[in-house]
């Protein structure tokens, strides 16, 4: 099983990233896939679900209206999207699968620093 995320880097605020999350190893249609982000000092956060057929799909509040999660089930593949990036997002953003009878995986995390 592999989660592998990538597209994390530094950007100025006010600007876009968008995040990818590559599984394998997994029936990645019968998973609900999550993003999910930690900042030094910070407990983990949630920032955003989309259910195995992207029809229910959840936000933090405080990325709502900026980010959109998606995914391509043909690509095996979730993407957040990221919009008018502040300071305050920055932090290591992880993807998470959470599948049938408690079979549930972590990626590796990728970084996004929000910084002028």
């Known amino acids: 099983v592999q989660l592998v995320e990538s597209g994390g880097g530094l950007v100025q605020p006010g600007g876009s990233l968008r995040l990818s999350c590559a599984a394998s190893?997994?029936?990645?249609?019968?998973?609900?896939m999550n993003w999910y982000r930690q900042a030094p000092g910070k407990e983990r956060e949630l920032v955003a679900t989309i259910d195995s057929r992207g029809e229910y799909i959840y936000y933090a509040d405080s990325v709502k209206d900026r980010f959109t999660i998606s995914r391509d089930n043909a690509k095996n593949t979730v993407y957040l999207q990221m919009n008018s990036l502040t300071p305050d997002d920055t932090a290591v953003y992880l993807c998470?699968?959470?599948?049938?009878?408690?079979?549930?995986?972590w990626g590796q995390g990728t970084q996004v620093t929000v910084s002028s």
């Open positions: 998470y699968a959470m599948g049938p009878f408690g079979s549930n995986y």
């Open positions: 190893g997994f029936t990645f249609t019968r998973y609900t």
